[in-house]
Structures are given as C-alpha cells and as structure tokens.
C-alpha cells in the first residue's frame, strides 16, 4: 500500500509526517519510508482497506491507496536510462505493480513509451524515473478519466513525458467549464504557453467553483508530473485570501481530500508561517493578506513552488504595502482568483495582470498611452467617431493580447446545474420625512458652495455618506452619524429624524411578512453599513420573524457557525439572515435562503455582485431571486448608473461583449449627485432613454 505515517503523539492537532509503503505478507507488515528502508515491523489480524488508520512499531500510519497485487514480480537491477529492461531475479516475498502508462501526445491518445514495469516499490533503483504511483484514483486508462495536456513539442526535449490525470476522488465532482479552468490554470503554471509565462487570471464569476477547481490542481501538482524524471511538480503551496477566508479554505480541501491527504496549515500567527517553511510536514499554507505583509521577509526568504491569490482584485493597487510584498515573491507560478476582474478601471486591470505575469504588457506608462486613453475617450459621451474607432481598435488588441492568460466564465454556465435566477431592480419612491431632509440638507448645506467647490472640497466624501444614509432610513441621520449639531437639533425636522419609514424599509416591511405568511422561503438582507443592520433587526423583529447576524464584530469560528445554522434550520427558527457587506459578501454560502435583498449599493460593482452570489451556489434547490433597492431620484441612482459603467468596461475587454450602457453616462454625471428629484419614477429609466 501507499501510505501516510507520524510517529505515535498525544498532540491533539496532528499531521501525517511522511510518505512510505506498506509490505503485507501474510500476518506480518513491513513499513518502508519512501527511499525503501525498513523503518518499522508489525502484524496484523484483520483484512486491510484504504483509509483504514492502523499502528505499525512506534508510527501510526493512513493506509492512501492500494499498490496492485500480484504474480511473483522481478527484481529490477539498475536500470540504463537508453534501455530499462528489467532482470528476471525473484523477489523473496514478490510483489507485481501495473506499471505507468506514458505519452507525449493528445490527451485522449492511449500512445506508450517504453518504460520500468515495477518501479514503485523500489523507489531507490529507479530514482532515475521518480515515477508516481498508478492508483485505483490515479489511473490515466481509468474510464472516464480526465486527462491533462501533455507538454507541447518544444519543451519534451526535458524528458520522457507520462500522461497526468486528475484523482478520480475529486473529477467525479468536477463539471466541465471547471475541468477546462483546471487544464488552462495546468498548461499555465506548467510553461506550456507560446510565451512561457506562468501566470494565470482565473476571472470565473461567484458560485462557479474556483475553490474546487484550486484544490483539484495543487493535488495534482503535488502528486504528478508530466516528466517522467519527476515525481511531482510542486512541493509547497501558498494561498493568500481574505483572513475571514482562511477557514473556508482549510475546510474546502477537507471535504474534498479528507483530514489526512494533504497537510495544510492556517497561517494566522508569525510562528505558524516560519513552522511551515521550517519542514516538509505541511504542503499547503493558507494564510491573509495582512498577514502576509506582516511576515513577508519571513516569506519572500522562503522557496515556494505555486501562489495562488484569492479575491484577488484586493492587488488592484500596486502601491499598496500587500501589493509590494506579493510582487516580491520569487515563483513565476502565480495564478489569482477573482469574480470581478475590473472593479473601476483598467489600470487596476494592470496591476493585475503584471502581477501573474511580470513585463508583460510592458510599463503602466507605456499601457496607458496605447491602451487605457484610447479606450477612456472612446467611452465618453462626446466622443468623435475616430476616437470610438480607435478605442474599439486598441480595446479588441488588449483583449486578444491578455487571452493567453485570463480565462472568463459567467454565472450563466450554471443554469443547466441549478434552479433559475432572477434579478429585479425596485425603484422605491422616498417617504415625505426623507423628501423633507433631502430638500433641507440641500438648501442649507450644498446651497451655500457651488458643485466644483464641493468636488474639490475635503469634505465631499462626507456628503456622499449623508446623502446614501439619507436613502435607506431618516434615522440614520442621528449624532455620531457627521451630520451637524444644529441639524440634528432643528426642532422642525426632530420627528422626520426620528423616523425609520424610508420608502426602501417600508417596501421590505410589507414584502417580508408576505414571504413570511405564505412561504416557507428564507432571506438575506445585505447592507454596507452596521447601522443599517441595527434598523433591519428592529425591522425583522417587529414582524415576528427569527434572523441572524454577520458583522465586522463576528469572530471568524463564530462566522462558521452562523452560516451552517442557517443552512440547516427552517424559516421559523431563522429567517433573515443580516450580512455585511463589506465582512460577509464573498467566499461563504447561504443557500439556505431563496431571497436576497440588497438595501443599498455600493461605487464598487464587485461588493454588490459578491454579496448577490451567496445564495445562487451549489446546493440550492429553490428558484433564486435577487432585489436591489433603490430610493429614486437620489443619490441611490447615481451609485448604480455607476455601476453600469464600470460593468460595461468589464464586459467589453474580459468578456468581449458590446456595451452600450457606458456611453449613455458621462464623467460629468458626477457632478449632479447633490441633486434630488421628487417627482421622478426612475431616473435611470429615463436616462437610458427606454420608450416603454
């Protein structure tokens, strides 16, 4: 058998130490580390299994998968590299192992080479070859086996090529548009592109399984190789992710490669990340991106095969201190995982891609002058023909030019897999004490200063608070908010202050005890702000429904817990379930609700659509339906209309789609929003100049 061992220890977090083969003959067991020396003796009573955990001398030891036994095999002498014939000498206690099957061509060809027929058990005479183990899961004859691509023509002057194919334990999950993200993320870090680089852009939207598809490679990148002179292809693993992430991914790769298969240590502490580098024990690090800047010359120090960067548009800003310290890593074999691959604009989309891969593109200067103006003048409003012309052109160049390395799936790709989703935007009309504030704060406040002096002002992202406050909830306007003492003090607008009757509450008012009357349907309520959140409670209370609730505040075991307990509990125990968007929108799952509510929108398109992806996920079984609420004629339009530029731009380079909706808004458009209409139904309705 192959196998996992660790000396015996009281320890209460232990790892398997080493790999190593179990010898069975008879009653008696013989174990051998992996350079075939004897390091331990035993018997044993009963039949053996994989996945069975038995004591062996002074070692536990995970039994992993099965060596073929069979007629009496021979000892092979050293073999010569030009000719690896074997010798006919019996064993004393014979042992026949299928051999590996080698190509160096397509896939799906079943074209040998000619090598050792029992190398696996005598690592020490074929260390030449190095060969990984033919398994029951690790089988390229195997029906139905998933194959990786064979190294192109130039690069098989390395060495004898065998075939890689992904564990069956993993592939029997993987669908096909994630089978071909594993392959294009394989053929990248493994320098089979025309180009050479190693860096790979995984932009596959939310609730596609980025996470699995990671998973699936490192273990094949640490169990296989596609040269025949290697046994693998890495040996060390960093993942760096949000810190509220770092859980999700240690529990990810235990439900998908048991406890036991493969070492992975949370690297939440100084000590933990040297503890990592120190030994071969662990293969896989997961760890934050604060806490990676915080030990980065522990780590820049280190050798390291592959680094995998989750949300990985955090490395939009190359100026950044985490940005510096993960461009210093000395790997070429970068991959990053990221739903939103343009947030704002393109020169985040740089940042990103010289991250994975370095000179690419060349200097951010010389990109801007061929590629970002060009694409900016063509997408204004009074652009000139020749200028939409040009920018088109130098647009389709960027996307043709960055192809090699970015791969890009919608969530559309889901639809055969899980019940349909439906999105709505509700323009929701603002109650009388908001058009009262809204009209006040603009008279008293912006109307002494013209629009230029605010935009120029320090003070203008303050306003832009008030303002998307004022949208959601009066209320939210109190001391401690920034507003003025005088405001709040104002005896004619105490009662409007006081009052939680925004036209957005009292549509989800209404909207949730039907849901909570007539369904058995659970929701999300989804809010950038903590102060939003305290309304929303006090919302779900007084209908008589249950919630629970993820902040900023909820500890990152306690982040675990909330999340399985409203998957497994009904309606009646909990119904809404209260997320923060900035603390709660990416990387969980919250299929247990059909309903999802975002109450205010955030200038970032990725936020919104992060938190929209909690629900339409795997294991979903109802029909899926998303509201964004918008209090009209305000501020609120102005973030989406937003939006809907910057998700035209996303579309046009990574998706290679028409966008029309970013021409219809200027730059301009950002001066009107200290402006508010009441006697409109939808300003973006009429913007778009829709003639229904």
């Known amino acids: ?59 536990d030891v995970l039994i992993d998968s099965l060596l073929h036994i069979g007629s009496p095999a021979p000892k092979p002498p050293q073999p010569k590299i030009a000719s690896p014939k074997i010798a006919k000498t019996p064993l004393k206690h014979p042992i026949n192992l299928v051999p590996v099957k080698a190509t160096c061509s397509t896939p799906v060809s079943k074209k040998r080479i000619q090598e050792p027929e029992s190398p696996a058990i005598f690592p020490k005479v074929f260390d030449q070859f190095k060969m990984h183990t033919v398994t029951d899961h690790i089988n390229p004859d195997a029906e139905n086996a998933i194959l990786m691509n064979p190294p192109p023509d130039v690069l098989q002057k390395n060495g004898p090529c065998r075939t890689v194919v992904i564990d069956s334990l993993l592939a029997q999950h993987l669908r096909d548009y ?173 940042c990103m891609v010289d991250f994975v891969n370095p000179g690419f593109l060349g200097t951010y200067q010389a990109f801007k002058k061929r590629y970002e103006t060009p694409i900016f ?26 192809s090699a390395y970015i791969i890009r799936k919608r969530s559309s790709v889901l639809l055969k897999h899980l019940p349909p989703r439906s999105e709505y935007v509700v323009f929701c009309a603002p109650s009388n004490e908001q058009k009262l504030l809204f009209r006040r704060i603009i008279q008293d406040l912006v109307g002494s200063t ?81 102060k939003t959140l305290d309304v929303l409670e006090g919302l779900i209370t007084s209908i008589g429904a249950t919630f629970l609730r993820l902040d900023g505040s909820t500890s990152a075991k306690d982040r675990i817990k909330l999340i399985n307990d409203f998957n497994r509990t009904d309606s009646k125990t909990s119904f809404a379930f209260l997320l923060s968007a900035k603390s709660g929108g990416a990387g969980i799952n919250l299929v247990g609700a059909s309903r999802l509510f975002l109450v205010d929108s955030d200038w970032n398109p990725a936020g919104d659509l992060q938190a929209m992806a909690r629900i339409h996920r795997d294991g979903q079984k109802r029909p899926v339906y998303i509201y964004r609420l918008l209090c009209t004629g305000t501020i609120d339009e102005k973030i989406y209309q937003r939006q809907l530029s910057k998700l035209g731009l996303s579309d046009s380079l990574v998706d290679e789609k028409e966008s029309s909706l970013v021409s219809m808004f200027s730059s301009e458009d950002l001066k009107d929003l200290f402006s508010f209409d009441d006697s409109t139904k939808s300003l973006t309705h009429e913007s778009l100049g829709c003639p229904c």
């Open 450 to 530: 013209s629009y230029d002096s605010l935009l120029e002002s320090g003070d203008f992202l303050k306003w832009i608070l008030y303002f998307r406050k004022l949208s959601t909830a009066p209320c939210l306007l109190t001391r401690g908010s920034g507003v003025t003492e005088d405001f709040v003090n104002d005896p004619s607008l105490r009662h409007a202050l006081a009052s939680t009757s925004g036209g957005k509450l009292v549509f989800l008012k209404h909207f949730l005890t039907k849901l909570l009357q007539k369904t058995e349907e659970k929701v999300v309520l989804v809010s950038n702000f903590t």
């Open 178 to 350: 994630q089978i071909e993200g594993i392959r294009f993320m394989y053929d990248g870090v493994m320098g089979f592109r025309p180009d050479g680089g190693q860096g790979v852009l995984v932009a596959y939207e939310m609730g596609l399984g980025k996470t699995l598809m990671a998973v699936t490679l490192i273990w094949t990148l640490l169990r296989q190789s596609p040269y025949v002179n290697e046994s693998s292809v890495i040996s060390k693993c960093v993942i760096v992710c949000p810190k509220t992430l770092t859980e999700n991914w240690r529990d990810e790769f235990r439900k998908w490669l048991g406890r036991n298969k493969v070492a992975v240590l949370v690297g939440d502490s100084s000590a933990a990340v040297r503890r990592f580098f120190a030994n071969n024990v662990y293969s896989v690090m997961i760890i934050g991106y604060d806490r990676f800047r915080l030990d980065d010359e522990t780590i820049l120090n280190a050798d390291f095969d592959l680094l995998i960067c989750d949300e990985g548009h955090r490395l939009k800003n190359a100026s950044t201190k985490s940005s510096q310290a993960l461009n210093m890593v000395k790997t070429p074999r970068r991959i990053i995982l990221t739903g939103t691959p343009i947030q704002n604009d393109l020169a985040e989309f740089y």
């Open 1 to 59: 058998f192959n196998v996992l061992y660790r000396k015996q220890t009281a320890k209460k977090h232990r790892t398997w130490e080493e790999d190593g083969f179990l010898v069975i003959h008879g009653k008696s067991m013989l174990l051998k580390n992996s350079s075939d020396t004897i390091i331990s003796r035993g018997k044993h009573e009963l039949a053996l299994q994989v996945g069975d955990e038995i004591k062996v001398g002074q070692f």
């Open 377 to 402: 003048r063509s997408r204004q409003t009074n652009a000139s023909s020749f200028q939409i012309m040009e920018g088109k052109e130098a647009l389709q160049d960027l996307a043709n030019e960055t």
